[in-house]
């Protein structure tokens, strides 16, 4: 099936820097990606939606000048976390739609990034 | 309203239980539906689509209400590696993009 890899898997940083998050498909191309947080407990939240070679769709509430969304290439998004602060520590997963017919298909995920800021 | 809701549990049950879960969504026009599960501290997969008709998978049968808004999930005969979160899916906008439910938590019994 199709993969989707992300990394790291996790990372424990000092606040005030900042990180960044890869998430590649390996086996097909996906001209939009998503970009997810899930604090414990709760449920998967959509942060923003990545175009390829144009700005991410931000959701409501979420600062884009603090989560830096590039995707350069089909088969290349990054999140990078500015100004990383104890409070923005969460799981991060990405994920990426590929299309089936009759407007079906499957989201599959990145393993997750574990960010701890402290 | 959250645009989708389950009840977050937790549900214990012993093993070689039936248990069911439903979830409801707020907007009529969803077209697509799923139900994920996702293990502790891992990224949630497919579980299997929810088709209007219907749908069996081995031990998970699904079904879906459109006139009531809820979908459902039958998980017959479970088994201890039934335990984990098990996420309500719906595709609102025709096309990718997702709402997960809070995700309910199951716990299989010896």
């Known amino acids: 099936g199709a993969v989707v890899s992300q990394h790291p898997s996790w990372v424990i940083c000092k606040s005030g820097t900042s990180v960044k998050i890869e998430c590649r498909s390996l086996d097909f191309q996906a001209t939009t990606m998503f970009w997810y947080r899930q604090f414990p407990k709760q449920s998967l939240m959509l942060m923003a939606t990545?175009?390829?070679?144009?700005?991410?769709?931000?959701e409501q509430g979420v600062e884009k000048d603090k989560f830096l969304i590039n995707h350069a290439s089909l088969t290349l998004s990054t999140l990078t976390v500015t100004s990383a602060h104890p409070e923005d520590s969460s799981f991060y997963i990405c994920?990426?739609?590929?299309?089936?017919?009759?407007?079906?298909?499957?989201?599959?995920f990145g393993e997750g990034s574990r960010l701890t800021v402290l | 309203r959250k645009e989708v809701e389950q009840d977050p549990g937790p549900f214990n049950v012993p093993e070689g239980a039936t248990v069911a879960f439903n979830c409801t969504y707020s907007?009529?026009?969803?077209?697509?539906f799923f139900w994920y599960r996702q293990d502790c501290r891992k990224e949630p997969k497919l579980l299997m689509s929810?088709?209007?008709s219907g749908n069996e998978d081995g031990r998970f049968t699904a079904q879906l209400n459109r006139a009531s808004q809820y979908i459902s999930l039958l998980i017959r005969d479970s088994k201890l590696s039934d335990s984990a979160t098990y996420l309500c899916?719906?595709?609102?906008?025709?096309?990718?993009?997702?709402?997960f439910g809070q995700g309910t938590r199951l716990t299989i019994n010896p």
């Open positions: 994920s990426a739609w590929l299309a089936g017919g009759s407007n079906t298909g499957e989201l599959f």
């Open positions: 929810v088709y209007s």
């Open positions: 907007n009529s026009a969803s077209q697509s």
């Open positions: 990545s175009n390829e070679g144009s700005k991410a769709t931000y």
């Open positions: 899916v719906v595709n609102p906008q025709g096309a990718q993009k997702l709402v």
